[in-house]
């Protein structure tokens, strides 16, 4: 067996905690077998465990305590902390790892309600699970932690990835945010974001890509993580991109442009000093997938 989970971008801008895309990066897990012990093969570098102490077995121990163990091999083209949902695309396998293993018959929504308990937020987990463009919200209502969402098509485009060569955790990124924002804020930023939201299921990315650079919530704060921002901001205008936004807590810019555009973007972001990795993705349409 093989889970295939996609890379997620969160946020689009304004759209903070709560809308995310699907990307066509992927974390593999295959399962060898059973084994004595939690092993994982990968190529991942010294940070990422092998053993039980992985996020993969923690998350799939946490969906099934009486989980035994196995001997699995993780692949994975997303890059770890820098905005793409790598942590998602782990939580979201070892979900799937348990409710195929101990035949739990997990539905869309159970696995939904789980990675997002764990994360704290469904921007990534949901596109992770369901593919394209998903808007969620959660909240506890009367101490009951409650999830929506609802996936919908992303009109077709080109998505460019500028990935720096540094990571910046989430948790780090979270951290810089402010605890309030003004009621007169939260109008104008939710405003943006309904707007932005709107447009994508009008298909309509040139209005959708104005109030993706419009958001109020947080790239601001997080200017020290995205010194690019505003030179790629400009590349993008320069060439009529419909936007470039943080993706999700960064230091990933993400670009989306029609397809005559995307090369002549790609060619000026390779120009710009600095050390990244710049990626052209497409937009996965399906989510989690086992094989
Ligand atoms: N393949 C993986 N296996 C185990 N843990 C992982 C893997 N990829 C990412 N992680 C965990 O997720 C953390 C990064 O998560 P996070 O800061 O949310 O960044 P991202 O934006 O990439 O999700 C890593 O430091 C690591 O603990
Ligand atoms: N809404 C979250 C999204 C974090 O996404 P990640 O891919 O950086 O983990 C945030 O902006 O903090």
Known sequence: ?????????ANLGPGFDSCGIALSSYLTVEVIGEDTKWTIDHELGDEIAHD??????????????????????????IPIARG????SSVIVAGIELASRLENLN???RQKIEIATAIEGHPDNCTPAICGDFVVGSYYFNQKKPTVHYVKHYFPECRVIAYIPNAQVLTKESRNVLPETLS?????????IANVMIAAILN???????????????HEAYREKFVPHL??????????????AFLSGAGPTVLILTNEEKADLITFELEQMAGSAQIEQLSLDREGVQVF
């Open 203 to 217: 298909g309509d990315l040139v209005l959708a890509g104005q109030m993706m650079e419009q958001d109020r919530w």
């Open 52 to 77: 039980e102490q992985n996020l993969l077995v923690q998350t799939a121990k946490k969906v099934s305590p009486t989980l035994r163990p196995y001997h699995l091999k993780m692949t994975s083209t």
């Open 183 to 191: 009621f007169a804020e939260a109008v104008k930023a939710s405003s």
């Open 1 to 9: 067996m093989k889970i295939r989970v996609p890379a997620t971008s």
């Open 84 to 87: 793409l949902g790598s942590s």
């Open 230 to 243: 505003a030179t790629i901001r400009q590349i993008v205008k320069r060439n009529n991109g419909y936007a």
């Open 106 to 108: 997990l539905t869309e």
